[in-house]
């Protein structure tokens, strides 16, 4: 079975600065997909970001990045230029190829960034 | 595309009553997807479909808990009788038949069973 752990439940960050959430997973297959989803007060699951584990360029989106470590089975979310429209709650999740469709999903860290 | 469509968006029941949550995936996605969201237990999947059938249900808390996909266009979770504790939000997803593909979530329902 997968995991996915996010160590940090809280993170703060002032406006225009930048932060990386960090997030850690285990699994057998060699083949999958990560993913991080916003969720803001409106509890919208939102898509930021997806990386294919067989990519090795790590995925960018305008102000988000990842850095994925398939070796140390981590991926971290980079988001530059912090706007206070990214306070949220972050979740970081997996899909195995092998495992079917479902998506595992880590604990979630809730992101404040402040004016 | 409208999105996932979820109804109601808010219910309030007594404990016992029957609570029937519904969901209409995106057009031309294969798959969706049944979450619940608690402050506890987090996000978890509590059943999937593909072309309509259940393929994974280990997820559903217990009988009381059920599921259908009658056609590629509707789902429903239904929950009799409810409890207490079945109180939390509960997100219908979506995507196509496809594991690169990610999902799309529907707006959620919370529930408050008192």
């Known amino acids: 079975a997968q995991t996915v752990t996010q160590s940090q439940p809280e993170m703060s960050v002032q406006e225009a600065e930048t932060v990386t959430l960090s997030c850690t997973y285990d699994?057998?297959?060699?083949?999958?997909?990560l993913f991080w989803y916003k969720q803001p007060p409106s509890r919208q699951m939102i898509l930021v970001i997806r990386?294919?584990?067989?990519?090795?360029q790590n995925a960018t989106e305008n102000r988000f990045s990842v850095n994925f470590q398939k070796a140390a089975k981590s991926f971290s979310l980079k988001i530059s230029d912090s706007q206070l429209g990214d306070t949220a709650m972050y979740f970081c999740?997996?899909?195995?190829?092998?495992?079917?469709?479902?998506?595992?999903f880590g604990e979630g860290t809730q992101l404040t960034v402040n004016p | 595309d409208a999105g996932v469509i979820q109804s109601p968006r808010h219910e309030v029941t007594e404990m016992g009553q029957e609570v029937t949550l519904r969901c209409k995936p995106i057009?031309?996605?294969?798959?969706l997807f049944w979450y619940r969201q608690t402050m506890m237990r987090g996000l978890e999947l509590l059943i999937y479909?593909?072309?309509?059938?259940?393929?994974?249900d280990s997820g559903m808390p217990e009988d009381r808990f059920s599921a259908k996909m009658p056609n590629a266009s509707f789902s429903t979770l239904k929950i009799q009788p409810s409890e207490p504790r079945d109180s939390a939000v509960y997100f219908c997803?979506?995507?196509?038949?496809?594991?690169?593909?990610?999902?799309?979530f529907g707006p959620g329902t919370r529930l408050t069973v008192t």
């Open positions: 997803a979506s995507s196509p038949y496809r594991s690169s593909y990610e999902q799309y």
């Open positions: 699994t057998s297959e060699s083949n999958y997909y």
């Open positions: 990386q294919e584990a067989y990519k090795q």
């Open positions: 999740a997996f899909r195995g190829v092998t495992s079917g469709s479902r998506l595992t």
């Open positions: 057009s031309g996605h294969n798959s």
């Open positions: 479909f593909n072309n309509n059938v259940p393929i994974d």
